[in-house]
């Protein structure tokens, strides 16, 4: 299965290929999740274990997993070559990379590699440090396919566009179910079943989901809670299509809104639009920052913020959805058309208990950003 044709994958192959002869690679070994799914389709939670795409200059690709993942690779991906290394006593997969590599002609080439990924652990990365130091000139290219997958095509767009609708579908059900009395888990079973029955997929990390003093943690933890008639509820959740997300955030109020959420809600607003009038060509991931930062010390809530607000979204797996560029301070990455990029005003004011967040996915153009989602950004209140 296949959820984009073959030409898609050559452009993006030959896209890889000329950033290599820059870069001037012989080879590069893949070993985020994400970067072989972009490239070849293959779509899998394996990468927990050792595993490894290899890509020549030439654009010959094999692919190095376990025998779990060997029809996994055949179904959901256009790579042709794959060998199976065995789970067995004292069982050495990066030595079986090394002999693919050397089969392949790689002896004394000068080979990219994606260190920074969370598929491939620090004990499998010494292992191939070790076994392939003295083989071949290893570097680090762990940011060349982050980069190229930022910008999307017509066809990931696509699928973007179905997540986005998504969301915002999976919010309008939970909606109603959020009122005194009611379970978190309730409210998390909606949103997330109603992705799964559209035909969406798991999202790269957990749902947040908390009320009173848990509406300020900005991270999934176990446990559920029994909302209160005077309560709030911070949500965060993602539509994810084809294995592309689409995030969305927002806290709602039950009962009367206090003082403060209606004066953090001013700010979180008025930084999320002015995060949107930064978010174009010309300017950077830290200019967008800048200006989300700008609002929140006019409000007198730099306490009260996070140090990032907002990254790129795409085709991601887990243990987070978040990809790179990443808006925070001195981000020289430049905004670029095409991009899908999520922004979270997160405001936490543990001096008095307020949380309050708001956020959304836009597709970045040739001006100003394009909103993916159809939600109002008016405070949601629940009486």
């Not at 050397?102 to 260190?115: F, H, S």
């Not at 997540?163 to 949103?191: K, V, Y």
């Not at 947040?208 to 943690?217: E, K, P």
């Not at 174009?280 to 989300?292: K, L, M, T």
């Amino acid at each position: 299965m296949l959820h984009f044709d073959r030409d898609e994958f050559e452009t993006r192959r030959s896209r890889l290929i000329a950033r290599m002869a820059e870069e001037k690679l012989d080879a590069i070994l893949l070993f985020a999740q994400e970067s072989m799914y972009w490239l070849t389709g293959y779509d899998s939670f394996g990468f927990c274990f050792f595993q490894c795409l290899a890509v020549k200059a030439d654009g010959e690709m094999r692919l190095l997993t376990r025998s779990a993942d060997l029809r996994q690779a055949r179904h959901t991906s256009i790579i042709e070559t794959i060998l199976v290394w065995r789970d067995r006593g004292a069982a050495d997969p990066a030595i079986e990379l090394r002999d693919m590599l050397d089969q392949m002609g790689l002896l004394g080439a000068r080979i990219g590699v994606e260190w920074a990924t969370h598929g491939l652990t620090a004990a499998n990365g010494r292992a191939v440090q070790e076994r392939l130091g003295s083989f071949a000139s290893l570097k680090d290219a762990s940011g060349l396919v982050p980069a190229l997958r930022a910008v999307k095509s017509p066809a990931e767009i696509e699928k973007v566009r179905r997540a986005a609708e998504l969301t915002d579908e999976a919010f309008e059900e939970a909606l109603p179910l959020i009122r005194p009395g009611a379970d978190e888990g309730e409210i998390l079973a909606a949103l997330q079943g109603s992705i799964l029955r559209k035909g969406g997929d798991y999202p790269g990390n957990p749902f947040i989901v908390g009320s009173g003093a848990d509406a300020l943690l900005c991270r999934y933890k176990s446990g559920r809670r029994i909302l209160d008639g005077q309560d709030q509820l911070t949500l965060e959740w993602a539509g994810a299509f084809s294995q592309y997300h689409c995030a969305a955030m927002r806290t709602v109020v039950l009962g009367s809104p206090t003082d403060r959420h209606l004066e953090l809600h001013d700010a979180a607003k008025e930084a999320l639009q002015a995060v949107e009038a930064a978010m174009r060509p010309g300017n950077s991931f830290g200019d967008v920052f800048d200006a989300h930062s700008a609002v929140m010390e006019a409000h007198e809530l730099i306490r009260h913020r996070l140090s990032a607000c907002g990254y790129s979204l795409g085709a991601r797996y887990a243990p987070s959805w978040m990809d790179t560029p990443m808006f925070y301070a001195g981000n020289a990455a430049p905004i670029e058309p095409s991009m899908t990029l999520f922004a979270h005003m997160i405001i936490m004011d543990s001096d008095s208990g307020t949380a309050m967040c708001l956020g959304r996915t836009y597709l970045t153009t040739e001006g100003a950003p394009e909103p993916l989602s159809r939600l109002p950004l008016e405070l949601s209140v629940v009486v």
